[in-house]
């Protein structure tokens, strides 16, 4: 049976009287890679956020393992927004050193190996990065933190191709056995084969959540067909069961 790790109950979330999450109940389990899809605005890097702890004001609860408070869920899951206020003109072996002092699970050793494998020179400084070599960098960083959970915004975003098989190789050797990694990315098919379970955000809310065999063996579609077909309005046949 699988065991959850993270659980959403009820949870709303407002901003300037907008509602951006609503109600929004989430299970997600131990050691899986789960795709977040959602158009522009779906409210994607928002549910990052909120799990992560960093959104003061929400309602409902939301929990990683043990973990409730805010505070608590920040020291259980590595966020790729780690590298926010990070002065540009630091270098990377500073930063690895500054998020040592932040975070007492962060290992200088994975970095180490982590950018070494991406050919990073840890003397270069962030500002002086190319755009996927900031990437790598934050993905370094990201799971450099020994946790059970990651949350990766778009970390493949703008990336060429050859790159980004070297950061999903990176991040497949480097996630520690049972952790969850919830990863959001506008290109589908660029993760579909990794991923064990897809959730589908749309209107505030999760509208699918089904595991990837699933949608390949039983319903025959490619994970981006099936993302489609859902956020086009299409139905989801195993909970109408109209296609029996
Ligand atoms: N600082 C903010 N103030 C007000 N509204 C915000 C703020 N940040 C986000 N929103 C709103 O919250 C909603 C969700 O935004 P969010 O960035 O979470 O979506 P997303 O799915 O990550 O989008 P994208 O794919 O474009 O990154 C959007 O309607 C957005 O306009």
Known sequence: MMTNLV??????????????????N???????????????GAGKTTLMRLISGVVPNYKGTIRIGTATTNTARKQVASFSQILTGVQPNARLTEIANYCDTLYSDFSIDVFEKIIA???LDGTEKLSALSKGNRMKCVLAVTLARRVSLYLLDEPFDGIDSMTRKRLIKSMLTWKPDNA?????DHHVEDIAN??????????????SQKSAEE????????????????????????QSHDNL
């Not at 050691?31 to 977040?36: A, D, E, H, Q, Y």
């Not at 990794?194 to 509208?207: A, G, P, S, T, Y």
């Open 7 to 24: 659980t959403l109950s009820n949870v709303t979330y407002k901003r300037n009287l907008k509602i951006i999450i609503d109600h929004l």
């Open 26 to 40: 989430l299970q997600l389990p131990q050691n899986n890679i789960i795709g977040l899809l959602g158009a522009n």
């Open 117 to 119: 494998s991406l050919d």
């Open 180 to 184: 969850t990694i919830l990863i959001s």
């Open 194 to 207: 990794i991923l064990d379970q897809v959730v589908i955000l749309k209107h505030q809310m999760v509208i």
């Open 215 to 238: 949608i390949r063996e039983k319903d025959g579609l490619s994970i981006e067909t099936y993302y489609e077909n859902i956020y086009e309005g299409g139905v989801d046949h195993d």
